[in-house]
């Protein structure tokens, strides 16, 4: 298992257009997170699945963010309608229990 | 929103040199971690402390943790060009399922 997996590394894209980004977890882990994080600040939480459930999804997300895992392996983050204020890198990253998590490279989203 | 805040937000050393960041939060927490993050890279765990735990020690790094302050410390002892890195704090809230990520101290050591 080499880790956390996320496509596409790069993405630029259009104000207005939707995009879709993938995680695959390590596969024996049943914790996924999803987090931004712009240049110069910490990790900003956004969701986090437990297996297939999605357990908690942060207030700052509005309708256009949506996450999915389905059946408990990868999981897609899918951006409706991109704004400006999108732009930042997205992380994922998996556990197998609380704490110790192991981050993806990230997908650094530019919307133009 | 951050829950935790380091101190300081940007520390340059001599290699050989210790760093000392710490770390401040807010709320009852389970477990306090350390992460690294090499420049435009993801983060990498360094060191998970627990809640009842008051020091933890991995290899050069050292982190305490004080509940009654709701602050904790990292100590890199012996640092290296190779440990210029930002370190961000994070914390896993009672009760919840997030954990809190700080803003992180940016470490620049010298050769």
């Known amino acids: 298992d080499t880790g956390v997996s996320q496509n596409p590394r790069h993405k630029i894209t259009k104000r207005g257009q939707n995009v879709t980004f993938r995680c695959d977890p390590i596969?024996?882990?049943?914790?996924l997170y999803w987090y931004r994080q712009t240049l110069g600040q910490g990790p900003e939480f956004l969701t986090y699945?437990?297996?297939?459930?999605?357990?908690?999804k942060s207030r700052l997300l509005s309708d256009r963010f949506s996450a999915e895992r389905p059946k408990g392996s990868f999981s897609t983050l899918e951006i409706q309608r991109t704004e400006q204020g999108d732009s930042a890198m997205y992380l994922c990253?998996?556990?197998?229990?609380?704490?110790?998590?192991?981050f993806g490279s990230g997908t650094r989203l530019t919307v133009v | 929103s951050q829950q935790g805040e380091e101190d300081p937000q940007a520390l340059s050393i001599q290699e050989g040199e210790n760093a000392t960041m710490n770390c401040s939060y807010k709320?009852?927490?389970?477990?306090l971690q350390w992460y690294r993050q090499n420049s435009g890279r993801g983060l990498v765990h360094l060191i998970l402390?627990?809640?009842?735990?008051r020091e933890k020690h991995s290899g050069r790094l050292r982190v305490t943790l004080d509940t009654s302050k709701k602050s904790s410390s990292l100590l890199i002892t012996a640092s290296r060009a190779a440990d210029t890195a930002s370190y961000f704090c994070?914390?896993?809230?009672?009760?919840?399922?997030?954990?809190?990520f700080g803003a992180g101290t940016r470490l620049f050591v010298k050769a």
């Open positions: 990253a998996s556990s197998p229990d609380r704490g110790g998590y192991t």
């Open positions: 709320t009852s927490i389970n477990n």
């Open positions: 596969s024996e882990h049943n914790r």
């Open positions: 402390i627990r809640s009842n735990e």
């Open positions: 994070a914390t896993d809230e009672t009760g919840g399922f997030k954990t809190i």
């Open positions: 699945f437990q297996n297939e459930a999605q357990l908690e």
